[in-house]
T-cell receptor
């Protein structure tokens, strides 16, 4: 069945270091991917997205990499700040013409001062 | 900045009772979603809604669930006969297009006793 999962449930990084959060997906028909940040008590907040016809997309301090060969998605956060501490989810849209999004299990990012 | 709003923020109900969770999506958005998140778990897709009808629904969204956009601004999720396992945070989201940033509301915490 569909399975979007994260390898590391908790990631601790020093402030100022770069963070890499990983996500595996199993649906090869998924054509669109999103990374979300969720702070405690709040709804998910969009960070960055990528379509399946791309392998890299950059935003402000964030980069998403997509490797369709191994069905892997990563989120890189440059110069991690205390405000980046949150749970990060990847989500996949399960194919063109669908409106269904499957979320991964989440990774908690802890930024150490 | 426009935002998705949800009411109530917390709903407590007895098992077997009907609940209606309300959402006001961003005004020029066309695609609407409901998700739920059981405490400490990942976000789960429930249903997507476009052009006044359901586009997609998950296995969770059984006959006990229904959605409605009664007046062009509100988007509601009804659970006809709540079960203990329906206790979760319920998030509404909206997008302007079928791809792109999903704006999430702050959520309604549903507690079924």
């Amino acid at each position: 069945g569909e399975n979007v999962g994260l390898h590391l449930p908790t990631l601790s990084v020093q402030e100022g270091d770069n963070s890499i959060i990983n996500c595996a997906y199993s649906n090869s028909a998924s054509d669109y991917f999103i990374w979300y940040k969720q702070e405690s008590g709040k709804g998910p907040q969009f960070i960055i997205d990528i379509r399946s016809n791309m392998d890299k997309r950059q935003g402000q301090r964030v980069t998403v990499l997509l490797n369709k060969t191994v069905k892997h998605l990563s989120l890189q956060i440059a110069a991690t700040q205390p405000g980046d501490s949150a749970v990060y989810f990847c989500a996949e849209k399960t194919g063109s013409g669908t409106y269904k999004y499957i979320f991964g299990t989440g990774t908690r990012l802890k930024v150490l001062a | 900045e426009p935002e998705v709003t949800q009411t109530p923020s917390h709903q407590v109900t007895q098992m077997g009772q009907e609940v209606i969770l309300r959402c006001v999506p961003i005004s020029n958005h066309l695609y609407f979603y409901w998700y739920r998140q059981i405490l400490g778990q990942k976000v789960e897709f429930l249903v997507s809604f476009y052009n006044n009808e359901i586009s997609e629904k998950s296995e969770i969204f059984d006959d006990q669930f229904s959605v409605e956009r009664p007046d062009g601004s509100n988007f509601t999720l009804k659970i006809r006969s709540t079960k203990l396992e329906d206790s979760a945070m319920y998030f509404c989201a909206s997008t302007r297009a079928n791809l792109g940033e999903q704006y999430f509301g702050p959520g309604t915490r549903l507690t079924v006793t």
